[in-house]
């Protein structure tokens, strides 16, 4: 057993590995892949585009197909710029804070915007 292996999650040094994925005991977050110490700490703040860029705050992205805005019946169209983006501790996947003009403030999953 790799004693070297943190949840990405919580930070856990108890995680373990059933086949392919590797399962936190103390969160119950399973994921695939290793995650050493010392890779925890670099790659646990990285958020990447749908294309695998990583995103930094202030960076402009562009939506990539349309998205549904909850509690509206309008959409925001696919292409749609986002300037000046804040990136957050994810909820319920939401990893970016943003505002929009005639929408107001509003959070993205980062699978869904590409770096512009």
Request: charged share 25%; proline share 2%; with cysteine.
């Amino acid at each position: 057993m790799d004693t070297n292996v943190v949840c990405p999650k919580c930070g856990s040094h108890y995680a373990y590995q059933d086949r392919q994925l590797w399962i936190c005991p103390e969160c119950a977050h399973e994921w695939n892949g290793t995650k050493t110490v010392e890779e925890g700490a670099q790659q646990e703040e990285a958020v990447l585009d749908a294309n695998g860029n990583r995103l930094v705050t202030g960076d402009t992205v562009a939506l990539i197909k349309d998205l549904k805005v909850k509690g509206s019946s309008s959409a925001i169209k696919g292409g749609t710029k986002v300037k000046n983006i804040r990136l957050v501790e994810a909820v319920d996947g939401h990893n970016i804070a943003c505002r929009l003009e005639g929408i107001g403030s509003l959070f993205l999953k980062s699978e869904f915007v590409r770096k512009v």
